[in-house]
């Protein structure tokens, strides 16, 4: 993707990124017990099977959760978890998972140029952006312009997920931003970039 594109891009994003319903992170907590034994209680998950959700943007999380509801994001264990939850509710949780803070991981020696490289400089050869034009130098992403944190997230969960993208069965990113990146990479570029990603901070 040539630069300008890319510019473009993020500038419509921005425009188009929905307000959410301002949420409370105290209700949020008390709302988030049932989280608890997948995410951790302060959103840090234990295990790979379960993204971090500690620190993400407010208003990524209620996006998710809202996706899951309707549908336009799809997974098994997420789908039984929002079917009760308001508007509001999902706006709490997200207020509440914001406030705590992620625990970063630790990358692969054997991957990080090659991740770092393609984080920070994309893949010119299939014109995939450098992912910090959205995502930030550290992984922090860019709340309000609905880019997310990625930063220690679990490399595994990285990886399913812009495979997820690469073959369209996750297919919830607006104007196909994540899916046209993904696209243009090869399983060990995603690899790479996924573990680099892991201990990014
Ligand atoms: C039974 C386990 C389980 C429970 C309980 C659960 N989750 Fe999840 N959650 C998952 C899994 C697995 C995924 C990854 C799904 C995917 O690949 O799309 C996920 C994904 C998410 C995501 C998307 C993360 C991202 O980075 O895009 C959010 C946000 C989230 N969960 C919030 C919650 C909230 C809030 C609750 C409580 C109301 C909750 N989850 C309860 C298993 C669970
Ligand atoms: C033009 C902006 C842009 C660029 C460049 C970009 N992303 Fe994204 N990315 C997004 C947006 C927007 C989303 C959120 C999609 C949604 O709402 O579900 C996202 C979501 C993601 C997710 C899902 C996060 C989660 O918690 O589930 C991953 C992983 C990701 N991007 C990795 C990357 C990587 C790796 C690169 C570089 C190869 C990259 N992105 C480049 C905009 C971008």
């Not at 995939?128 to 679990?154: D, E, K, S, T, V």
């Not at 990479?185 to 573990?195: L, N, P």
């Amino acid at each position: 993707m040539a630069k300008g594109k890319i510019l473009a891009v993020v500038a419509a994003l921005a425009l188009v990124s929905p307000a959410m319903a301002g949420g409370d992170a105290e209700a949020g907590k008390s709302k988030s017990a049932s989280c608890a034994a997948c995410h951790g209680t302060d959103g840090n998950s234990a295990a790979a099977t379960f993204p971090k959700i500690a620190g993400q943007h407010a208003d990524y999380i209620a996006k998710q959760l809202a996706d899951y509801k309707s549908g336009a994001r799809q997974n098994a264990l997420m789908v039984g978890q929002v079917a009760a939850l308001s508007e509001q509710d999902m706006a709490d949780l997200g207020a509440y998972f914001a406030t705590e803070k992620g625990t970063i991981g630790k990358a692969n020696d054997e991957t990080l140029a090659a991740g770092e490289a393609i984080y920070r400089g994309g893949i010119p050869e299939t014109g995939a952006a450098a992912c910090m034009a959205c995502h930030g130098i550290n992984g922090a992403g860019m709340p309000g312009a609905g880019f997310p944190q990625l930063r220690g997230q679990f490399a595994d969960y990285t990886k399913a997920q812009l495979m997820a993208f690469r073959d369209g069965s996750r297919n919830n990113d607006g104007a196909s931003v994540m899916r046209s990146m993904a696209k243009r990479m090869t399983d060990d570029e995603i690899t790479a970039v996924a573990e680099y990603i892991e201990g990014l901070n």
